[in-house]
Structure formats: C-alpha cells, structure tokens
C-alpha cells in the first residue's frame, strides 16, 4: 500500500506545482488595454488586412482601430502590430512595409523588432 501512495504524492506534486505557479503568475500579470483590444480584434484586423494588403490598408486598419477605439494613434498603431504578431504574422512584411514608407513621420505605434 505504501508504494502505491508513494507514487500518487508525488504525481500530485508534480501536477500541482506548476498550476500553483500559473494562478500566481496570471494574477500578478496585468493586460494593457492596448493588450486586451489586439486580443479582442486581432481577427478582424488580421481580415482586414487580407482584403487589403497595402500599405494604405495599413493605415486604414490604425484608422479604423482609433475610431473604434478611441485611442491615439500610437496605441492604435500598437494594437494592429500586435493583433499581427499574434494572429496573422505573414502580414509583418506589410507592416516592415509601412514602417519603411512612413518610418520616423508616422505617429502611430508600429514598431517592428
């Protein structure tokens, strides 16, 4: 009976350590609302930019997304870089594209590394 526990103990350690590690983890980190917009739109964007592959759809994707959103055009152009890195990365050329055509004079949070 006893290695039989052995065993079970320790499979319960295993298992939950790294969950106790998570819920501590998550509850620490806080999303930006930059964040929680990319997440919430990323598909859309990432559709948008499909219909629209040019560097003017670029700008109307940041366009649309302070429209909507009401933030400037920083973080509007913030949320489009991220909403690509996380749904649609085959559009980060574009994106290098419009950095590349408006680099410093753009306004708008597109920052590729």
């Not at 629209?52 to 302070?66: C, L």
């Amino acid at each position: 009976m006893r290695e039989t526990l052995v065993p079970v103990s320790l499979l319960v350690a295993v298992f939950m350590f790294p969950a106790t590690a998570v819920m501590v983890q998550a509850g620490s980190a806080q999303a930006t609302p930059v964040e929680n917009y990319a997440a919430d739109a990323g598909t859309v964007v990432c559709d948008v930019l499909d219909d629209y592959p040019t560097v003017d759809g670029v700008s109307g994707v940041v366009a649309g997304v302070m429209d909507d959103s009401g933030f400037t055009a920083y973080d509007s152009g913030a949320v489009v870089a991220e909403a690509v890195m996380l749904f649609c990365p085959y559009h980060v050329p574009l994106l290098r594209g419009y950095v590349a055509v408006y680099g410093e004079k753009s306004t708008t949070g597109l920052v590729l590394r």
